[in-house]
Antibody, heavy 118, light 108 residues
Framework: DVQLAQSGVEVKKPGESLKISCMGS????????IAWVRQKPGKGLEWMGI????????RYSPSFEGQVTMSVDKSITTAYLQWSSLKASDSAIYYC?????????????WGQGTTVTV | SYELTQPPSVSVSPGQTARITCSGD??????AYWYQQKPGQAPVMVIY???ERPSGIPERFSGSNSGTKVTLTISGVQAEDEADYYC???????????FGGGTKLTVL
């Protein structure tokens, strides 16, 4: 079974740092892009960026460039999203999702989401 | 930055056909994808590459592309189809992905 398991609920204060995780299993982790998607309470999905675990090639949405950092640890098939200084406006659910087997921009498997409250 | 435009809401009665549109300048060049999201759940892909249906998605879900507009069609809508639907695609370069603003489908 292909799965993405995300880390748990986070409650932080403004100015604190945070790193959330997304562990892939059941597939070849290094050959599928991982996307991060933000959803603020009662709002729509926002594409934050993507990272290719094979070589850590990363593309950020202009809206999130410089605000967050994406990274991976191939040895433990885990992708990360981190903040150096959180703001109240970062409160949201953050999803990771895998590029699908069909390629392109498809996201065929999603994590359960990590709720971040600042 | 590139944007995809969806209507905020669509309402249909059970058994009718729902059509949700998504407009964007790069859609003639880039595929569109559709996701269904129910309250408290992660999104689920229901259409990929404009009109392909993933395994496990009911046949009543279909997609089409007509230039700068793509359409998700749900034939014979059921109560369980009530959800938010998002289109997704990329800019002309293909490097930057984007979601539409989402459409809330209400089954009357």
């Amino acid at each position: 079974d292909v799965q993405l398991a995300q880390s748990g609920v986070e409650v932080k204060k403004p100015g604190e740092s945070l790193k959330i995780s997304c562990m892939g299993s059941g597939y070849t982790f290094t050959t599928h892009w991982i996307a991060w998607v933000r959803q603020k309470p009662g709002k729509g999905l926002e594409w934050m960026g993507i990272i290719y675990p094979g070589d850590s090639d990363t593309r950020y949405s202009p809206s999130f460039e410089g605000q967050v950092t994406m990274s991976v640890d191939k040895s433990i098939t885990t992708a990360y999203l981190q903040w150096s200084s959180l703001k109240a406006s970062d409160s949201a659910i953050y999803y990771c999702a895998r590029q699908g087997e069909t390629g392109g921009q498809s996201l065929d498997v999603w994590g359960q989401g990590t709720t971040v409250t600042v | 930055s590139y944007e995809l435009t969806q209507p905020p809401s669509v309402s249909v009665s059970p058994g009718q056909t729902a059509r949700i549109t998504c407009s964007g300048d790069a859609l003639p060049k880039q595929y569109a994808y559709w996701y269904q999201q129910k309250p408290g759940q992660a999104p689920v892909m229901v259409i990929y590459k404009d009109s392909e249906r993933p395994s496990g998605i009911p046949e009543r879900f279909s997609g089409s592309n007509s230039g700068t507009k793509v359409t998700l069609t749900i034939s014979g809508v059921q109560a369980e189809d009530e959800a938010d639907y998002y289109c997704q695609s990329a800019d002309n370069s293909g490097r930057y992905w984007v979601f539409g603003g989402g459409t809330k489908l209400t089954v009357l």
